[in-house]
């Protein structure tokens, strides 16, 4: 069998509104109230979409994902545009995944109705918790209520694949508290979850009150208990932990491979393929090639309406050839995250023309040791990957890759 995945790619699409911003949000995003701004954002989306595609002569197109911020700020017709500009910029498979993030307080389902139908096949919902206390500490703008009809709604609207998140470790929360959202998320039958730790960003007003002493700081114990917990009731749940903080409903896939509800957009992230950014602040890496656009929307517009070609709206400060060595260490790091298939030595190979044993024998032996990683065989090659301990303290493992 052939070690190598098939070549893909992705496309990222920032929205960068939120209605307002909760304390613990370090993400590019901006309230929104500006209607020109917004349609002038719009109309340089569109056109970094075109000039993108045309650059790259129209190729394949894997999957497309609106991330922000809220994209279910804007209206489903401008969501539906904006699909079928790249699907005429770019040759978008049929398959192709097409993911919107979308806040559970403004899904009704004529809404949900209008992004299926027009080609949005895949919901992830931000909806972190169950709790309306923990959400009104959060400053979210939905109530659990409101949760759970989107829901309903994206199942009304046909919606078959629908991810949750969900964030653990808020301040003082208890492991009872913790498992009590798991199990309301579990009732919902979602196909897919991401569930992180809280983390106190600086910059955030989340920060600041942590800081002052007025919100204690959440403890690192306690979130290792909760994932720990998180691992096991998801397992015992039917869900398939397939990387470090998402899990997939599980159709008995065998032990060292992805589940086949896994986001295949992130999938590309991890397997260290190509995906283009667009929008302001965007991340991409194309044929070797990585970049962000400019941050501030205003700065992006100015960009997009003068050039005509791949990276028009880039920021020259983030622009990288990758070494060899920068994308094998990054195919390491990245690819231990998926914690089911890991990396395979074969495909390794293949890829950067040496073994993976052999670029990396210390970095291997300390995880091996460790009992933070383990060799694992599969029909396409030998996998290295991270043992249930090793997903706790990933970072140590994947430090050892950088030279
Ligand atoms: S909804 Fe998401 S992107 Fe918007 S402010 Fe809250 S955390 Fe940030």
Redesign the pocket.
Known sequence: MNPNIAPMLGMYVHIPW?PT??IY?D?N?YVEGNPDLKAGYQAALLREIRESGSSLKRPPLNTIFFG???PTTLDPTQLIKLVDTVSAAFNLQADAEITTEA?PGTLSLSYLRELRQGGINRLSM?VQSFSDYELKFLSRLHNSREARKAVENARAAGFENVSLDLIFNLPQQTLEQWLSNLYEAIKLEPDHLSIYSLIVEPGTPLHRQVAQGNVPQPDDDVAADMYAATIDTLAQAGYMQYEISNWAKSKGEPDWETPALASAHNLIYWRNQSYLGIGAGAFGTVNGKRWANVKRPQSYMGRVGTGGRLGLARDEATFETLTPQTAMAEHMMLGLRLVREGVNSQAFEARFGVALEAQYAEAVAYGLERNLTEWIDSPTGPRLRLTRQGRFLANQVSVQFVE
Do not use: A
């Open positions: 939120c911003r909760c949000c993400f995003t922000g911020g809220t806040n931000g």
